[in-house]
């Protein structure tokens, strides 16, 4: 539960950060185009499209780290386009099959990793 909390808090920044941006390019959207909409719709659309900026800063964007060095005083801005925690699998079913038929390093039990997995792909 301790990794999914971690993406949620990291997710939280970059939403609250987009937020003020879509608010104001709907806002002039909506204006432009002279469309009446209610705010339940609004609501929703507005809830979907942060949902999909947070997912997408935390699988499509790479992390950065900037900052001062105390001990130097030089600043820094660091990119890092890999994730030590996670990997991209693009072959449909391959976790299943590992979880199902294979015993390896990556799956050795059924844990509450494979089980949370499991879970969240059916939700």
Known sequence: MGLITLYVEDMLGDILAALPFYVGFRFIFLKKKRKITSF????ILGVFVLYLI????????????A??????????????FTNELSHVNIL???TLYEYFFQTNTNVDEWNSVSLLNLTANVM
């Open 54 to 65: 947070g997912l997408a800063s935390q699988t499509i964007v790479p992390n950065w780290n």
């Open 92 to 94: 449909p079913f391959h």
């Open 67 to 80: 900052g001062i060095v105390t001990d130097t005083g030089e600043p820094f801005f660091d990119i890092y």
């Open 40 to 43: 339940k719709e609004e609501l």
